[in-house]
């Protein structure tokens, strides 16, 4: 609204609002004018570039399912217009790496542990300096990736997640969490031949938290 000078738009206030909603060719940089600078997502593909991480006995290992997973999700937010990067485990962009978010996608053991080793985790940085957000991404990505792909969440986060090293790299202004999508043996199945539902899933929980979506954050600890 303050955009909206009195008497410089006609009709009904669904037009004005229509109006002031699209962009004109300068905020486009069409016409010479400065290009609105892009809203910016870091995804880290878990154990890329760095180690294997946990390796199946049919050959597949959890970076190849983390560095699928996490390519589909920065495909989906860069066809959106955002400005998305896809990151290493170690990468040396995420010292004071500053972003509207990131999210780091891994996955939880091949090897079979009992029937109840099945379904997703989600662990928010506590490291952030606003945990009201780094609260409400968490419960984006939880609300959001159940709904899509149907898994459960599993309560066993470890200090691998929630001390998870890159939360102590990047700036303390970036609100994070890193999700491990599933488990490499009991649901093997989802995460290897409907990849794309995973991926739609955490592109969801990262929209819900950039677009502000209706879920109440977790309680800080």
């Not at 597949?60 to 997973?69: A, G, Q, R, S």
């Not at 990067?85 to 090897?111: G, T």
């Not at 989600?122 to 419960?139: F, I, K, P």
Request: glycine share 8%.
């Amino acid at each position: 609204f303050v955009a909206f000078t009195p008497g410089a738009l006609s009709g009904s206030l669904s037009d004005q609002l229509a109006v002031l909603l699209t962009p004109q060719p300068d905020e486009a940089g069409l016409t010479g004018g400065t290009p609105r600078p892009r809203i910016k997502i870091g995804i880290v593909a878990g154990h890329w570039g760095n180690d294997s991480g946990a390796v199946c006995e049919n050959g597949t290992t959890e970076m190849d399912v983390n560095l699928k997973i996490a390519t589909l999700v920065q495909q989906k937010l860069t066809a959106l217009g955002f400005e998305t990067d896809l990151l290493e485990e170690f990468d040396p962009r995420l010292k004071s790496y500053q972003a509207a978010a990131l999210v780091s996608i891994h996955n939880d053991s091949c090897a079979y542990i009992n029937d109840q080793a099945t379904g997703f985790k989600v662990a928010r940085a506590m490291s952030a300096r606003d945990q009201n957000l780094a609260g409400r991404l968490e419960a984006c990505l939880r609300d959001r990736y159940q709904r899509r792909t149907g898994l459960s969440l599993h309560d066993s986060v470890t200090e691998d997640m929630t001390l998870y090293h890159a939360f102590d790299e990047i700036s303390t202004g970036t609100t994070a969490a890193i999700i491990e999508t599933g488990f490499l043996n009991l649901d093997y199945r989802i995460l290897t031949e409907n990849t794309d539902q995973v991926a739609t899933g955490v592109a969801e929980g990262i929209l819900c938290f950039i677009n502000n979506e209706n879920i109440a954050p977790t309680a800080t600890p």
